[in-house]
Structures are given as structure tokens and as C-alpha cells.
């Protein structure tokens, strides 16, 4: 009875003889295990890549804490990154659209923010060497604004003890998000310096500020943000009857309510309503075509280790047609030497996929950096999750990829005659 692959004891002496045949040309062996390994791990990277990225957008957009935004008309990009990211703060609302939305009986809650970009003095260590640059500010009414991020705490210890909100009235209080006290190297009391041109004024006026609170990290845009009430933040600016952003929750969020709210409001001037929804088909398409791409340059990888898999596995048949001739002529059997080459096929994709999937793992950070640099993606946060679910899933495509890449030289091998074979290999 021929031998079958199916029987432990057998496979094992299958897998060893494999893996002798392998090991007999290290050099021509790695590299094919490499470059199915690169495929591999672009693959992986892509795919962590869209899972996380998604994975950012719904989590940038659950932070926010609210689900509908009104703003002024623009560029609907434009309004998917203010709406993670926060703003440049270009283009304002009339402060009576507040007191005219605020009513509307489906909503739940409110808050109005007012966005600015102030030029910053250089003031710490890390701005020595540097004449300023800038940072965004919001300005927040705090108890409306706090209903909407109930998350939002005080980082603790030495340095940020006490910290709190704004006093009724303030002025000259600031709370900064978590990294923007990194990157100044602020802690609770110390001051904040703050370069701001006000509308239709042409010169800057520099304003000192306290700093009276430093948030816990969120992963969100408010990480970034310098924090100051609202009527102090549009006093400063020059422009005491503009907003630039509503935040709104609704009592019941659905397509059907965010139509008839949109439908409501869009009747005022200058404005446009943007939901989470919109929010995110936005922002996927904005790298839809990028993602494309490198799909692309994926399928092109996997195609490239694919062909060099069944030249490598060919140029070892065609090296050993003397000794498969002597196998079979000993009554080894089609099937048997069949088995023999599609099993070292299927060992070189299999370990190839461990090695590149290993790498996607330890090189996920350096992936997002590099995508980070490349392009803004309106999101905050990490934007690679590789899952072991991606990379079973993406071993097995390598294997079930080796099945096939491995019949057509497992053939030629099984196809030859012995005394041919013999013939050829003397």
C-alpha cells in the first residue's frame, strides 16, 4: 500500500526529508523565504493598516462627544479634519445661529466652541532655537462642554496637583491638553504666552496666561489643545458674535433624524450640517485611493514571491532529477514524490508568512510613523492594528497561495521517468 501524507509518522518523515532537501541550498532557500516574507508583511501592514485606521475614525469620533456638527460652509474635507482635529478656525457662524439651533426639540445637548490659531512664543527648551510657531485654541463653555466629555479629568502628581477649570469670569486661565503640556513643559501654575492678531487688527498683542489645569491623555484632538472660555477666547480674537463649531447630540440619532435635522437647518445661511457618518465616509475616501495602491503594490509583491517560490522549488527538481529517478526506480511512487516537492512548497510559503508576519508585528510603529509623515489623516491616535485574526487569516492566504504555486513542480517531479531521469542526472 503507497505511503499517504495523512499518517503522523509518515508526514513527519515527509517534513524531515523536506527540510534536508531545503537546507541543501541555504542561500537560494532564504532568499525565496524572504521575499515571501516581504509580501507577506506588506500585506499585514495593509491590512492593520484599514482595520485601524477605521478602528481610529470611530474612536476619534466617539471622543468628540457629540454626533452632529453645524459650521460654516466649506470644503467638506476640510470639515471631517476640524471635526477630529480641531481647526484652523477660518471661517465663523454668526453667534445668534446658538441661541436659533439650541432650541430645536431633538436635540439633547449642546456646547458652542470657538476656534483660533494663536502664534506661540518660544518659551521652553524645546522652542530654544525657534523665533515661535503656533497651536490651536478652543474656547469651551465649560459645564456644557464637560456633558459632552464626561471623560475629561486632571492629570495628577507633582506639578499638576489641584488642577481644575476656569474660574466664572476668567480671563487669563488656560487648561492645556495633555501634549500640549509635554511639548511646552508646563505644569499647573506656570505661565502660557500666547501671540494673538485680532480680526481687522494689523498687529499681534501678546497676552500671558496661567495655566490652572493639565488634562489626562485622551488620544483625541483635545490632547493638543489649549483650553480658554469662550467669551474671553472671542474677546481676544475680535469677533464677541462668532463660533466656530456647535457640537450637538441628539435624543435620537438615525439616518432618518440626522435628515430631518440637516433638512431643518441647512435653511440658514452659510452653513452645513455634518454628521458622524458623513464624517467618516469622508475621511475613508480620502485615502480610499491611496489603500488602492497599495493593494497593488501588495498583489504585485505576492505574485513577485509566488514566482520565485515555483523557480525556486523547479531549479531544486530539475538539480535532483538523478535522485528522484532513483527514488522512483526503487518503487517510490507518483503520489509519494508528488507529495515530497508540494510539501517543500507549502514549508517555504508557511515559514515565509511567519517571518514576514513577525516583521508586520515588531515594524508596526515604524509603519505608522512613516504613514503619519506622508499625510494628514484627519485622525489622532493609532492607525495600524494588526490582529491575530489578520495575520491567521493572512498565513493561511500564503499557504492556501503555496497549495497552488506547489502543483505544477510537484508534477514535473512526479511526471519524470526513471530511466530518463537517471540519464539526465548522469
Known sequence: MEETIQDPFVLRRYVVLATKNLRRRPVRTGLTVAGVA???TVAVSLGGFMLGYRGAIDKSIKMLGYQVMIMAKGCPYEAATMMLKGGT???YLPGDTYQQVKSDPDIENITPIF??????????????GAASNFTIISGIDVPSFLVMKPWLGFKQGPGYANGRWFTPGSKDEVVLGFEAAEYEQRKVGDSFYASITPAGKPNPVMYQFTVV??????GTQDDGTVFLPIDATREYFNRPNQLTILGIKLKEFSSFKMREFETRWLKLPEVQVVGLQQVKNTLVNLVATAQTMIAAVAAIAVIVALIGVINTILMSVYERTAEIGIMKALGARRGSIFQLIWLETLMVCFVGALVGSAMAVIGAGLVETAIKGLADLGVSGSIV?????LVGYTVLVAVVLGFFAGLYPAWCAASMRPVEAIGKGG
Do not use: F, H, N, Y
Open 38 to 40: 516581504l509580501a507577506v
Open 89 to 91: 478656525g477660518l471661517l
Open 115 to 128: 476656534v483660533g490659531v494663536v502664534e506661540k512664543q518660544a518659551s521652553s527648551i524645546r522652542d530654544e
Open 213 to 218: 489645569g493639565v488634562l489626562e491623555r485622551t
Open 385 to 389: 492594528q494588526i490582529t491575530p485574526a
